[in-house]
């Protein structure tokens, strides 16, 4: 058995199989993400760069938090960008600092139903 405490636990990636990872930055969890997983937020997070999801069938869980985009992200477009073919959904997240911001409750692009 581990003993490892996690502190300043910000998101975490769920595979398939339920397993969760925990991770104390926003991007080291984004980059982990492969098809069938879940990024779960644990905090708010700032994010000063548009990052883009080139895996499909991913879910991104807000679990009631803030993605905000930072002053030095100069895209005014967005923060999460969506390429390739699949299901990619995002729940329960607000977004904020995109030419006023926006609420995600689910919204799923590819796939499944918009």
């Known amino acids: 058995m581990d003993d490892t405490v ?13 397993k969760e990872i925990f991770y104390t930055t926003f991007e080291d969890a984004f980059a982990e993400l492969a098809e069938g997983c879940t990024l779960k937020l644990y905090s708010d997070v700032e994010l000063a760069k548009v990052l883009t999801i080139k895996t499909a069938n991913v879910t991104i869980d807000g679990n009631d938090k803030t993605i905000t985009q930072s002053a030095e992200c100069t895209n005014e477009w967005a923060l999460l960008y969506f390429e390739g073919a699949g299901a990619v959904t995002v729940k329960n997240a607000t977004f904020d600092g995109i030419k006023g911001g926006a609420v995600v409750s689910e919204y799923t692009i590819g796939a499944a139903k918009i």
Do not use: E, F, K, L
Request: hydrophobic share 55%; proline share 0%.
């Open 6 to 18: 996690v502190t300043n636990i910000v998101a975490s990636i769920i595979d398939a199989n339920g």
